[in-house]
């Protein structure tokens, strides 16, 4: 089969089939299509779908986005997991603002050199963008390449990555550069799928090498199991009479990074001792479980009151109060978030 069969053929599909009204493509700029594959990442369309769109509304173009806080980046952010890429989302948008005088750049060099961009990122933006043949490699576009070409092992192994590079880039049209790299991420999105995949239907069945030997499941070839460790936590929502709770900003890196939180310690009386407690004093809230990738949590959440008036407990700078009202508006972790709404519903 020649190379251009196969984009010939994927791209025929799409015509018909398709993915023509997401919420990047009307209208694609630079901008949103930026945003969209960094939310694409390790996330599916229909959970980025209405964060995209709430997004857009708050962050319409890069100036919004390089002014705004990061408190409000995240807030916006919250439940939609692996936090760095929106922290990386906002330093690029000042660095865009800073080094490239609010030109979003168009070439694949310039934007790799902008945190949270990788080459694959790099290359989907410029094709989807400026419309150009570029190489893709997402997970959508690996899956599809490894079955089609029978390219076994993971991959994240060096070998394997180059020959599915290999693959996509000699796959690639000479023209439509943005139909076709749509078209093969949507080709792995909706027919190609990790399980069940619609065989039958797909474009590029004829010479798919794991239809053709009923393999289909055996590519590509899963991830090492990532060992999953186990966390207990005490978290303490600490409220004073006016309703409002204390905050903690957590360090950049690590889990839930730059969002705000709870106080919390892996021990209960420590925790307690910050706050001028002892532990027996905390009322207990029913412990809840909370799945990370590499991680599961128990959250133990702990209730203390403390006097009205403002100054009774000393903040730092990376502590406030916070009242009803701005818990949303705010980076929260999502179980936070709905431990202090079940506080204030319940207690």
């Given at each position: 089969m020649s190379n251009g069969l196969?984009?010939?053929?994927?791209?025929?599909?799409?015509?018909?089939h398709g993915r023509k009204d997401l919420p990047w493509q009307l209208p694609r700029t630079p901008y949103r299509v930026w945003v969209s594959e960094i939310m694409l990442q390790q996330t599916q369309v229909s959970t980025v779908i209405p964060y995209f769109q709430k997004f857009m509304h708050r962050f319409p173009d890069l100036q919004a986005l390089a002014i705004a806080s990061q408190d409000d980046v995240l807030s916006l952010w919250a439940g939609l997991?692996?936090?760095?890429?929106?922290?990386?989302?906002?330093?690029?948008?000042?660095?865009?603002?800073?080094?490239?005088?609010?030109?979003?750049?168009?070439?694949?060099?310039?934007?790799?050199?902008?945190?949270?961009?990788?080459?694959?990122?790099?290359?989907?933006?410029?094709?989807?963008?400026?419309?150009?043949?570029?190489?893709?490699?997402?997970g959508n576009v690996r899956r599809v390449l490894s079955r089609h070409e029978g390219i076994g092992g993971w991959a994240g192994k060096p070998a394997v990555l180059r020959a599915l590079y290999k693959a996509a880039k000699d796959y690639l049209p000479v023209l439509r550069g943005a139909d076709y790299t749509q078209a093969i991420m949507d080709l792995g999105a909706t027919i190609c799928t990790r399980s069940r995949p619609r065989c039958p239907v797909c474009p590029v069945n004829m010479d798919c090498?794991?239809?053709?030997?009923?393999?289909?499941?055996?590519?590509?070839?899963?991830?090492?199991?990532?060992?999953?460790?186990?966390?207990?936590?005490?978290?303490?929502?600490?409220?004073?009479?006016?309703?409002?709770?204390?905050?903690?900003?957590?360090?950049?890196?690590?889990?839930?990074?730059?969002?705000?939180?709870?106080?919390?310690?892996?021990?209960?009386?420590?925790?307690?001792?910050?706050?001028?407690?002892?532990?027996?004093?905390f009322l207990k809230m029913p412990e809840i479980q909370h799945r990370l990738t590499h991680m599961r949590i128990k959250i133990r959440p702990r209730i203390a009151r403390t006097d009205p008036k403002p100054g009774k407990?000393?903040?730092?700078?990376?502590q406030r109060w916070f009242n009803q009202d701005e818990w949303s508006h705010v980076g929260l972790p999502k179980p936070v978030l709905n431990l202090l709404r079940q506080h204030h519903q319940e207690y």
């Amino acid at each position: 089969m020649s190379n251009g069969l196969f984009s010939d053929r994927l791209l025929a599909w799409w015509d018909i089939h398709g993915r023509k009204d997401l919420p990047w493509q009307l209208p694609r700029t630079p901008y949103r299509v930026w945003v969209s594959e960094i939310m694409l990442q390790q996330t599916q369309v229909s959970t980025v779908i209405p964060y995209f769109q709430k997004f857009m509304h708050r962050f319409p173009d890069l100036q919004a986005l390089a002014i705004a806080s990061q408190d409000d980046v995240l807030s916006l952010w919250a439940g939609l997991g692996y936090y760095a890429r929106g922290r990386n989302l906002h330093k690029a948008a000042k660095l865009i603002t800073d080094q490239f005088g609010g030109e979003f750049p168009d070439s694949v060099k310039a934007l790799i050199s902008l945190p949270g961009i990788g080459e694959s990122t790099a290359n989907a933006i410029i094709s989807l963008a400026w419309d150009v043949p570029a190489t893709v490699l997402d997970g959508n576009v690996r899956r599809v390449l490894s079955r089609h070409e029978g390219i076994g092992g993971w991959a994240g192994k060096p070998a394997v990555l180059r020959a599915l590079y290999k693959a996509a880039k000699d796959y690639l049209p000479v023209l439509r550069g943005a139909d076709y790299t749509q078209a093969i991420m949507d080709l792995g999105a909706t027919i190609c799928t990790r399980s069940r995949p619609r065989c039958p239907v797909c474009p590029v069945n004829m010479d798919c090498a794991a239809f053709g030997s009923d393999t289909t499941d055996k590519f590509p070839a899963r991830r090492p199991r990532i060992k999953i460790s186990e966390k207990q936590i005490h978290m303490l929502i600490l409220s004073r009479g006016d309703g409002e709770v204390l905050l903690e900003k957590r360090p950049p890196a690590g889990i839930w990074g730059g969002l705000w939180s709870l106080p919390e310690n892996e021990d209960e009386q420590m925790l307690a001792n910050r706050f001028g407690y002892e532990a027996h004093q905390f009322l207990k809230m029913p412990e809840i479980q909370h799945r990370l990738t590499h991680m599961r949590i128990k959250i133990r959440p702990r209730i203390a009151r403390t006097d009205p008036k403002p100054g009774k407990i000393e903040t730092s700078p990376e502590q406030r109060w916070f009242n009803q009202d701005e818990w949303s508006h705010v980076g929260l972790p999502k179980p936070v978030l709905n431990l202090l709404r079940q506080h204030h519903q319940e207690y």
